[in-house]
């Protein structure tokens, strides 16, 4: 499986922007394809998941309601629609595929497939 990540780029505060991953390969339903963040000198942290059956989606409570994570199957892509972005949403995005179980979707360790990540950066 290959991840490729893109969309990234610098926004002012309140703007949007949509990343995609383009992933090779057949999808299968329980697979999950996720966003992480890392921001500089912080630990990677979850964003948003969604399985490729679309029966669990799942959101970060700092990203719930300004976020959409979306899929289109027969692409096999993932978008992230990131609405009234914020300083605080300043990171690298990354893309993984696995098949956590849903206790795991927000762990890095469910996935073992990960993009080579794309930088979003806001200003002020």
């Known amino acids: 499986v290959q991840l490729q990540a893109s969309g990234g780029g610098l926004v002012q505060a309140g703007d949007s922007l949509r990343l995609s991953c383009a992933a090779s390969g057949r999808t299968f339903g329980n697979t999950a394809v996720a966003w992480f963040r890392q921001a500089s000198g912080k630990e990677r942290e979850f964003v948003a998941a969604?399985?490729?059956?679309?029966?669990?989606?799942i959101y970060a409570d700092s990203v719930k309601g300004r976020f959409t994570i979306s899929r289109d199957v027969a692409e096999i892509t993932v978008y992230l629609q990131m609405n009234s972005l914020q300083l605080k949403d300043t990171a690298v995005y990354y893309c993984?595929?696995?098949?956590?179980?849903?206790?795991?979707?927000?762990?890095?360790?469910?996935?073992?497939?990960w993009g080579q990540g794309t930088q979003v950066t806001v200003s002020s």
């Open positions: 969604v399985r490729w059956s679309g029966a669990t989606i």
């Open positions: 993984a595929e696995g098949r956590p179980i849903l206790s795991e979707i927000r762990r890095v360790r469910g996935y073992g497939y």
